[in-house]
């Protein structure tokens, strides 16, 4: 069975930084397309960033230039690092992965989610 576990989110001030983790675990093949997705109260999730197998990235439009996405293949494991977080950055933050299974099949895995709340 695979596993997403996160870590990292919390209270933060505007205009602070936050770093989010997000860990594979089980057997599988390999790892494809790792990434963030968000939903604050009220809304849809939506996509924040994005980072391939072969670290092709891509950012929502809300957080380029604030946010950074990365991935250690090594432990299994995808970053986001959040700076001059804004009120509007409030939300639970999801990860996502494409695991290939040992059968050679793509399957898409969610984390639990992790509260990012920005607030005086």
């Known amino acids: 069975q695979v596993q997403l576990v996160e870590s990292g989110g919390g209270l933060v001030q505007p205009g602070g930084s936050l770093t989010l983790s997000c860990a594979a675990s089980g057997i599988f093949f390999a790892i494809n397309a790792m990434g963030w997705y968000r939903q604050a109260p009220g809304k849809e999730r939506e996509l924040v960033a994005t980072i391939t197998s072969g670290s092709s990235i891509d950012y929502a439009d809300s957080v380029k230039g604030r946010f950074t996405i990365s991935r250690d293949n090594a432990k299994n494991t995808v970053y986001l690092q959040m700076n001059s977080l804004k009120p509007e950055d409030t939300a639970v933050y999801y990860c996502?992965?494409?695991?290939?299974?040992?059968?050679?099949?793509?399957?898409?895995?969610w984390g639990q989610g992790t509260q990012v709340t920005v607030s005086s």
């Open positions: 996502n992965a494409v695991i290939v299974t040992l059968s050679r099949v793509y399957r898409v895995y």
